[in-house]
C-alpha cells in the first residue's frame, strides 16, 4: 500500500501562485509515476500533470501547459506542482495520485492509489 497525502492549497488571487506537494509513504518503491488531478465542482476528475519516475518525463495537460510545472524527488517519496499565473478557472479539489504501471498516464483509471485532496480557489 502506499498513502499519499497533499498540502498546500488555499485561496489565491488570479495571477498568483500556489505551490503544492505530495507526500508518498508505504511502498514507494512499487510505483512507476505519479500525478495530479483536479476536481471542480459538478465536473469529472481531470488530469493536470504526470511524472514517469524513470527518466523524470513528465506531461501536462494543454489546458496547464507553460503555467504549472510538476516535480519530484528521486527517492519516490515526493511531488510537487508549481501552479503560477493562476485563473479563476484552475478552481478545484486537487488530487495526488501514484501509479505502479507507469502507463496511460492521463487517464484516472490508470492510477493505484489516491490522495483526500486539497483544495485551490482562486478568485477573480
Known amino acids: 500500500q502506499v498513502q499519499l497525502v497533499e498540502s498546500g492549497g488555499g485561496l489565491v488571487q488570479a495571477g498568483g501562485s500556489l505551490r503544492l506537494s505530495c507526500a508518498a509513504t508505504?511502498?514507494?518503491?512499487?510505483?512507476?509515476?505519479m500525478a495530479w488531478f483536479r476536481q471542480a465542482p459538478e465536473k469529472e476528475r481531470e488530469f493536470v500533470a504526470a511524472?514517469?519516475?524513470?527518466?523524470?518525463?513528465?506531461l501536462h495537460a494543454d489546458s496547464v501547459k507553460g503555467r504549472f510545472t510538476i516535480s519530484g524527488d528521486n527517492a519516490k517519496t515526493t511531488v510537487y506542482l508549481q501552479m503560477n499565473s493562476l485563473k479563476p478557472e484552475d478552481t478545484a479539489v486537487y488530487y495526488c495520485?501514484?501509479?505502479?504501471?507507469?502507463?496511460?498516464?492521463?487517464?484516472?483509471?490508470?492510477?493505484?492509489?489516491w490522495g483526500q485532496g486539497t483544495q485551490v480557489t482562486v478568485s477573480s
Open positions: 508505504g511502498r514507494t518503491f512499487s510505483t512507476n509515476a
Open positions: 495520485a501514484a501509479s505502479i504501471s507507469g502507463i496511460g498516464l492521463r487517464q484516472v483509471d490508470r492510477y493505484d492509489y
Open positions: 511524472i514517469r519516475w524513470s527518466g523524470g518525463t513528465t
